[in-house]
C-alpha cells in the first residue's frame, strides 16, 4: 500500500489519549458518586454536573467542580431562567466571570480559584 493510501484509508481517533484517561477517571467518580443524592432536591441523582463548565476550563475529575444532580433538577439549572439564576446565587453555575468576583468575596484569588476548578 502507498503510504498516501494508507493515510487516506486511516481512521481518526474519536478520542485523543489524554481525553480518554480523564474520561476513565471521570467514570470512575461518576460511579463512586452515583448514591449521591441530588444536590439541589434530594431525590435520587442521575447525573454529575461541573459548575464551571468544561468549556471555561472546568475539571471534569476535581469533586470542587462536581455535583450530584437529578435529571429534573439538572435540566431546570441547565435551560430555564429561573433555574439557571438559582443555580448561579447558589455556586452551582460558574462562570469564567463569575471567577473574578468570587475572588472578592471568598478571599481567593481568581487563580487559586481558577486553579481549583480547573483540578489543578
Ligand atoms: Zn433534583
Redesign the pocket.
Known sequence: MRKTERSFNSTLRRESKKRQRLNRVRNKITADLKNQP?A????K?DDTHERLARSGGGSITNLSNLVR??R??HDWITHDVAGIRWAIEHDLVISRHDVRAKELRDGKTADELERELRGE
Open positions: 441530588c439541589i432536591c434530594g431525590k441523582s444532580l437529578c429534573t433538577c
